[in-house]
């Protein structure tokens, strides 16, 4: 168990992590005039495949292909599942990602990454609830999750919502 001068650190980090990353949002009543501006970049088509990507590519699709194999020989090996999320990543085939991610989660429970990981992915593809609920579900097994409570505050601002509550949460007055 922490003690009490740990807990005190570690709530006054979070405290100021928050207070960087409100700031930074332009929560304690900046006016937007005072904002930099925003400008919104059009699309970029992406570069032509060159030898190499190309290269890449094909390597990645068979570390995956192998990877699946093996997954599909023995479900529960934890190394093969970490290859072929690997892959999936690169591949950016996110929602397959989750899939993988669940079975490592139930394979290695105490492993708090894994959630991390299923939350940011979540974020990533605009997925702000299940965004919060995986991340709510991580801080209720370890309430000092910097990592949590940093992916709460980028859903909450990433949904407009204010962020006045989580201000609250973080200084430990829910």
């Known amino acids: 168990m922490r003690n009490g001068g740990e807990r005190k650190w570690v709530w006054g980090f979070l405290v100021d992590e928050a207070c960087f990353w409100f ?15 925003t400008s919104i970049a059009a699309p970029v088509a992406p570069p032509p495949p060159t030898e190499e990507r190309i290269e890449e590519s094909s390597e990645n699709d068979e570390q995956e292909r192998a990877s699946e194999e093996q997954v599909s020989r023995d479900p529960d090996d934890a190394e093969a599942l970490r290859s072929l999320m690997e892959a999936k990543i690169k591949a950016n085939k996110l929602d397959e990602v989750v899939q993988v991610l669940d079975r490592l989660i139930e394979l290695e429970p105490e492993d708090l990454e894994w959630p991390l990981l299923k939350a940011n992915i979540h974020s990533h593809n605009g997925e702000l609830e299940l965004t919060k609920s995986e991340f709510e ?29 989580m201000v609250r949460r973080v200084e430990g007055r829910r």
């Open 23 to 37: 700031g930074n949002f332009g929560f304690w009543g900046v006016s937007e005039e005072a904002l930099p501006s």
């Open 137 to 165: 579900a991580i801080l209720e097994k370890d309430p000092l999750r910097v990592e949590a409570y940093h992916g709460l505050v980028m859903a909450a601002s990433q949904s407009g919502e204010k962020l006045n509550g």
